[in-house]
């Protein structure tokens, strides 16, 4: 299984017969230092959490002990729903990579993205694998089953469906008023609230458009490899101008209506360093 007001739960077009319903609580996500939250009315949506770093699944599958009791934001593949609140996630990138084990501690529904290789994203504390403690813990109705061994975990604060670019400006029904984090490179810096995350994924696809309403904005530099979380939506430009109060001038907002009209966009509200920078 390689997976509308301000709904987080996911619409799929298929979703696998008898999937289970696993956590999905608000964003909690790594944002940079001193971002600017907008004033938007988002139910289910709480304040991103504060983590320790982003992390790739090898970080965690191979240096555990170093990880444990830090916060962390992996990325992967779903591959095996294992119980009602566990399931496993793998690097993706090779075939019989890294796996580590998610035990969802929310309580909130999420369904698995299904056969079009939709990464999500965890964020949650490493652990040494205990379902007694776990259970003690979190008061999670759970029966696990005997096979977990000391697999590295993370229980998982929250989940989100992780697309690249390309998927969402493939499919952008998919998305539209929904909470995601995109991983890409900056492509092109249009001006200080909008630049555009190139697709190197999926072919044919294109670039996606962020409308960017972080602080500080300086690591938004063409070529560097982020992580952005935000909601997509389609872009009406009296809309975006009017539910996130931005002043565009006349020339940009004419540039933006030329090129982006009914275009699916990316409003930004966390942007960070992906986990592959520098590799």
């Given at each position: 299984?390689?997976?509308?007001?301000?709904?987080?739960?996911?619409?799929?077009?298929?979703?696998?017969?008898?999937?289970?319903?696993?956590?999905?609580?608000?964003?909690?996500?790594p944002?940079?230092?001193?971002?600017?939250?907008p004033?938007?009315?988002?139910?289910n949506?709480t304040?991103?959490?504060e983590t320790?770093?982003?992390?790739?699944?090898?970080?965690?599958a191979?240096d555990?002990?170093?990880l444990?009791?830090?916060?962390?934001?992996?990325?992967g593949?779903?591959?095996?729903?294992?119980?009602?609140?566990s399931?496993?996630i793998?690097?993706?990138?090779?075939?019989?990579?890294?796996?580590i084990?998610?035990?969802?501690?929310?309580?909130?529904?999420?369904?698995?993205?299904?056969?079009?290789?939709v990464?999500?994203?965890?964020?949650?504390?490493?652990?040494?694998?205990?379902a007694?403690?776990f259970?003690e813990e979190f008061?999670?109705d759970?029966t696990?089953g005997?096979?977990?061994?000391?697999r590295?975990t993370?229980?998982?604060?929250?989940?989100?469906?992780?697309?690249?670019p390309?998927?969402?400006?493939?499919?952008?029904?998919?998305y539209?008023?929904?909470?995601?984090?995109?991983?890409?490179?900056?492509?092109e810096?249009v001006?200080?609230?909008t630049?555009?995350?190139?697709?190197?994924?999926?072919?044919?696809?294109?670039?996606?458009t962020?409308?960017?309403?972080?602080?500080?904005?300086?690591?938004?530099?063409?070529?560097?490899?982020?992580v952005?979380?935000?909601?997509?939506?389609?872009?009406v430009?009296?809309?975006?101008?009017?539910?996130y109060e931005?002043?565009?001038d006349l020339?940009?907002k004419?540039?933006?209506?030329?090129?982006?009209?009914d275009?699916?966009?990316l409003?930004?509200?966390?942007?960070y360093p992906?986990?592959?920078?520098?590799?």
């Amino acid at each position: 299984m390689k997976q509308n007001n301000y709904n987080l739960f996911f619409p799929l077009s298929k979703v696998r017969a008898g999937a289970i319903a696993l956590a999905l609580m608000a964003l909690l996500l790594p944002a940079c230092t001193n971002n600017a939250e907008p004033e938007v009315d988002e139910p289910n949506v709480t304040e991103p959490a504060e983590t320790d770093g982003n992390a790739t699944v090898e970080d965690v599958a191979e240096d555990t002990e170093e990880l444990f009791g830090q916060e962390v934001t992996v990325r992967g593949e779903p591959t095996e729903i294992l119980d009602d609140v566990s399931f496993t996630i793998s690097d993706g990138d090779f075939f019989d990579g890294d796996e580590i084990l998610i035990v969802n501690k929310s309580g909130e529904p999420f369904v698995l993205p299904e056969g079009d290789d939709v990464e999500i994203q965890v964020t949650g504390e490493v652990r040494q694998f205990s379902a007694f403690d776990f259970q003690e813990e979190f008061e999670l109705d759970w029966t696990p089953g005997d096979d977990y061994g000391e697999r590295p975990t993370i229980v998982a604060e929250s989940i989100a469906l992780a697309p690249a670019p390309g998927q969402v400006t493939d499919n952008p029904e998919e998305y539209y008023g929904q909470i995601v984090a995109v991983e890409g490179e900056v492509e092109e810096v249009v001006d200080a609230t909008t630049f555009t995350l190139e697709e190197e994924q999926v072919v044919g696809g294109e670039d996606l458009t962020v409308i960017n309403l972080t602080e500080p904005t300086q690591g938004i530099v063409e070529e560097n490899q982020i992580v952005v979380t935000g909601e997509v939506r389609s872009f009406v430009l009296t809309e975006i101008e009017r539910d996130y109060e931005l002043t565009w001038d006349l020339d940009l907002k004419e540039k933006l209506e030329a090129e982006y009209s009914d275009k699916p966009v990316l409003i930004a509200t966390g942007i960070y360093p992906s986990a592959k920078e520098g590799d």
